[in-house]
């Protein structure tokens, strides 16, 4: 565990970024791995699903619950299982994220974004992962989200140190109607016990954040 003062620091970064970035539960009351925003899309120009989305679209930005990630690290000292497990929670959430992009504020919004270190497997969820273009955008992701993994477990730098071409940051994409078409009403039982059952059969390898 960081130290309490690290700790401290984390957590008032953790309340000030999501005020600042107005990121909203996917579930009032009920934790899930994801957190949803409105956002513009500043990036590169990407498509997915046949959806072309360029800079100034209206996107939906995810963003990783850090304090499940934390816990998930802290419960098992092997990163491989602790990532498997946050796979797991990914699975649970997937039918709340597919409620919560089709309120009427997202209605604008066809395509789901995020970049993070946890995409290790996310295929099966519907979303593509693309690697990031090289430049200051990248190096500056990159740092800012190694320097997380640092507040939230103190084995960060041997974590990154074995699993270096794994822990990259990516870019995280993928249409509404395709998660609303996988995990919507009526769907998501079926696609979520598939996902289960490749999560329980996932080999030894891991994810990210």
């Avoid at 909203?24 to 699903?49: I, M, N």
């Avoid at 209206?58 to 619950?65: C, D, K, M």
């Amino acid at each position: 565990m960081p130290s309490r003062a690290l700790r401290a620091v984390f957590d008032v970064w953790e309340s000030l970024f999501h005020r600042a970035f107005r990121l909203e539960d996917l579930e009032p009351g009920t934790e899930h791995l994801f957190f949803v925003a409105k956002r513009r899309y500043l990036g590169r120009g990407f498509e997915v699903d046949g959806i072309r989305v360029n800079p100034g679209d209206r996107v939906v930005e995810l963003h990783v619950n850090n304090d499940m990630v934390e816990r998930a690290l802290r419960e098992d000292g092997n990163v491989v299982r602790a990532m498997v497990q946050l796979l797991r929670q990914a699975r649970i959430s997937m039918p709340a994220l597919a409620r919560a992009v089709q309120r009427e504020r997202f209605a604008d919004a066809q395509v789901l974004y995020g970049v993070t270190m946890i995409h290790r497997g996310i295929e099966r969820f519907g979303f593509h992962t693309y690697p990031l273009p090289n430049g200051i955008a990248k190096s500056l992701t990159t740092w800012h989200l190694t320097n997380v993994l640092k507040m939230l477990n103190p084995d960060a730098n041997h974590i990154i140190e074995t699993h270096h071409d794994v822990l990259q940051p990516k870019l995280v994409v993928a249409s509404k109607a395709k998660i609303i078409e996988m995990f919507g009403e009526g769907n998501a039982v079926s696609h979520a016990k598939t996902a289960e059952l490749s999560v329980d059969n996932e080999q030894a390898v891991p994810l990210e954040s």
